[in-house]
């Protein structure tokens, strides 16, 4: 099964935190909370029912929506704890044209999703691609260090 994750920055502290994400539409308080996976597996998210309405209560950390990001379902190729998220940064050398004049090319490019390929993509190439050539995620897009 698929692993649907999200990541975000905190709003009270800036630190990063991972789990499952609660986008609150605009009538309640138009912001995003992303629930730790330990909080949900100790049962702190439940639903009750208030006015004959039911509704989610949830406990977690409210985040910046810009810095919301979904776990790919990929990893490094060569280091598989490393997962890729979007807005990561990816670094990998294209090589191309005739093995006598083989020319190399170092791609680095945000992972975003490409809504007309229904695929994340590095640069206009796959995120596969980058990542079976090699890539490496050298940073995010909203950290202070970018490369």
Same mark, same amino acid.
């Given at each position: 099964?698929?692993?649907?994750?999200?990541?975000?920055?905190?709003?009270?502290?800036?630190?990063?935190? @991972?789990? @499952?994400?609660?986008?609150?539409?605009? %009538?309640?308080?138009?912001?995003?909370?992303?629930?730790?996976?330990?909080?949900?597996?100790?049962?702190?998210?439940?639903?009750?029912?208030?006015?004959?309405?039911?509704?989610?209560?949830? @406990?977690?950390?409210?985040?910046?929506?810009?810095?919301?990001?979904?776990?790919?379902?990929?990893?490094?190729? @060569?280091?598989?704890?490393?997962?890729?998220?979007?807005?990561?940064? =990816?670094?990998?050398?294209?090589?191309?044209?005739?093995?006598?004049? %083989?020319?190399?090319?170092?791609?680095?490019? $945000?992972?975003?999703?490409?809504?007309?390929? $229904?695929?994340?993509?590095?640069?206009?190439?796959? %995120?596969?691609?980058?990542?079976?050539?090699?890539?490496?995620? =050298?940073?995010?897009?909203?950290?202070?260090?970018?490369?």
């Amino acid at each position: 099964m698929k692993e649907i994750k999200f990541r975000g920055k905190r709003k009270d502290n800036g630190e990063w935190v @991972y789990g @499952y994400l609660v986008s609150y539409c605009e %009538l309640i308080d138009d912001k995003m909370v992303i629930i730790p996976d330990k909080w949900i597996k100790d049962e702190a998210c439940f639903w009750e029912a208030k006015n004959g309405a039911t509704r989610i209560e949830t @406990y977690g950390y409210e985040v910046h929506p810009d810095t919301v990001g979904q776990y790919t379902g990929k990893t490094e190729k @060569y280091f598989k704890d490393i997962k890729v998220w979007e807005g990561d940064i =990816i670094e990998f050398v294209k090589e191309y044209g005739f093995v006598e004049a %083989l020319q190399k090319r170092t791609i680095k490019d $945000a992972v975003i999703f490409d809504d007309d390929t $229904a695929q994340y993509t590095v640069g206009g190439y796959t %995120l596969n691609h980058a990542l079976n050539e090699g890539g490496k995620v =050298i940073g995010n897009i909203h950290t202070e260090n970018k490369q």
